[in-house]
T-cell receptor
């Protein structure tokens, strides 16, 4: 049972480059989330989705875009990467809005 | 604004030395308080949800308690395998802050190291 799978696990970008992080879950969860984790900051929500075809902004959405074309996938895009986007990114899913979150193992992104 | 503060930032224990981690919070309408464990290089793993003051939950050497202002994670006779970062998060009621989901606010975590 894979749970929540993130790809890639590591990526190095140059400033201005673009990339997409992919999150896939096999638990048939309705809700999916993208967080970033920075030292001393805790986990901060970037974007979230309450169902297929829907997305909404979280706390720190600037510089990111997302899409949820299929229920099991949630994509996070960076159109023009900046050094401030160097972070560890976590995808999570939940079966309902008040349920516990199931996290992926993270994607470590470095922007030079 | 919802806030979660965890203390201490880091805690070093000897194996068998019991202690507690603190999570102080302010939230506009608490739906639940979550504890997660995070191992290095991994994603957070769910431990407990507490919903109301006075509630307690246990799992092996861990016991979580909740008051109206804070939560404690008590670790009894810890082992080296309990070493991890422990995260606390509060969940607001649906619609808080204009969101369409139960908004979660995470603390910065407590790094626990248990020496043999």
């Amino acid at each position: 049972n894979a749970g929540v799978t993130q790809t890639p696990k590591f990526r190095v970008l140059k400033t201005g480059q673009s990339m997409t992080l992919l999150c896939a879950q096999d638990m048939n969860h309705e809700y999916m989330y993208w967080y970033r984790q920075d030292p001393g900051m805790g986990l901060r929500l970037i974007h979230y989705s309450v169902g297929e075809g829907t997305t909404a902004k979280g706390e720190v959405p600037d510089g990111y875009n997302v899409s949820r074309l299929k229920k099991q996938n949630f994509l996070l895009g960076l159109e023009s990467a900046a050094p401030s986007q160097t972070s560890v990114y976590f995808c999570a899913s939940s079966t309902r809005t008040y349920g516990e979150l199931f996290f992926g193992e993270g994607s470590r992104l470095t922007v030079l | 604004e919802d806030q979660v503060t965890q203390s201490p930032e880091a805690l070093r224990l000897q194996e068998g030395e019991s202690s507690s981690l603190n999570c102080s919070y302010t939230v506009s309408g608490l739906r639940g308080l979550f504890w997660y464990r995070q191992d290095p290089g991994k994603g957070p793993e769910f431990l407990f949800t507490l919903y109301s003051a006075g509630e307690e939950k246990e799992k092996e050497r861990l016991k979580a308690t909740l008051t109206k202002k804070e939560s404690f994670l008590h670790i009894t006779a810890p082992k080296p395998e309990d070493s991890a970062t422990y995260l606390c998060a509060v969940q607001a009621l649906l619609g808080a802050g204009g969101t369409s989901y139960g908004k979660l606010t995470f603390g910065q975590g407590t790094i626990l190291t248990v020496h043999p």
